[in-house]
Antibody, heavy 122, light 107 residues
């Protein structure tokens, strides 16, 4: 079945870096744009970044642009989010998601992973 | 960025009821509107795309309507498993943004 499994979250100090991963299975990973989103405890959903099937171009939320980098390895069916200069406000459950329906400019998220928790605290 | 505003923020209803959740976009998003359901401790689940199209496997008691800036999610004959939080999302362009969520509780 179609599945996304995130990993790599943890507790880190402000200003440090962390990379989270998302392993995909059950679909042709290299055919779909992939997204990262996040949700702080008890809060709503925030889109973070998207990557096209071949790895370019990318788009980022203003809140992470210049600090976060989205990447993918289609040979390994894996999506990554490299996070640098982490801030307390980056603390959240990070989800990867497969793009579903597209408007031609952006898309829906039709499959989600279970999330990996990132906590930024001194 | 396009702002998405849902109303109400929460509502109470009983099994068998019909409920309506509204979502308003700060600018025209055509029909590029999706709805998601999220239960506590779980990832969101896609329900509807393109304002009114049901995702595969979603029960027909769920329906969506609207275009432009005003959209509605309707759930007929509420079932116990429908009590959850619902989010709308536009995908007219990046950044995609979500409504703040509507928590549907059992009365």
């Amino acid at each position: 079945q179609v599945q996304l499994v995130e990993s790599g979250g943890g507790a880190v100090q402000p200003g440090t870096s962390l990379r989270v991963s998302c392993e995909a299975s059950g679909f042709t990973f290299s055919s779909y744009p992939m997204h990262w989103l996040r949700q702080a405890p008890g809060e709503g959903l925030e889109w973070v970044a998207v990557i096209s099937p071949d790895g370019s171009p990318h788009a980022y939320a203003d809140s992470v642009r210049g600090r976060f980098t989205i990447a993918r390895d289609n040979s390994q069916n894996t999506l990554y989010l490299q996070m640098k200069s982490l801030r307390v406000e980056d603390s959240a459950l990070y989800y990867c998601a497969k793009e579903g329906h597209s408007s031609g400019k952006a898309g829906t998220l039709d499959v989600w992973g279970q999330g990996t928790m990132v906590t930024v605290s001194s | 960025d396009i702002q998405m505003t849902q109303s109400p923020s929460s509502l109470s209803a009983s099994v068998g009821d019909r409920v309506t959740i509204s979502c308003r976009a700060s600018q025209d998003v055509s029909s590029w509107l999706a709805w998601y359901q999220q239960k506590p401790g779980k990832a969101p689940k896609s329900l509807i795309y393109a304002a009114s199209n049901l995702q595969s496997g979603v029960p027909s008691r769920f329906s969506g309507s609207g275009s432009g800036t005003d959209f509605t999610l309707t759930i007929n004959n509420l079932q116990p498993e429908d009590f959850a939080t619902y989010f709308c999302q536009h995908y007219n362009t990046y950044p995609i943004t979500f409504g703040q969520g509507t928590r549907l509780e059992i009365k």
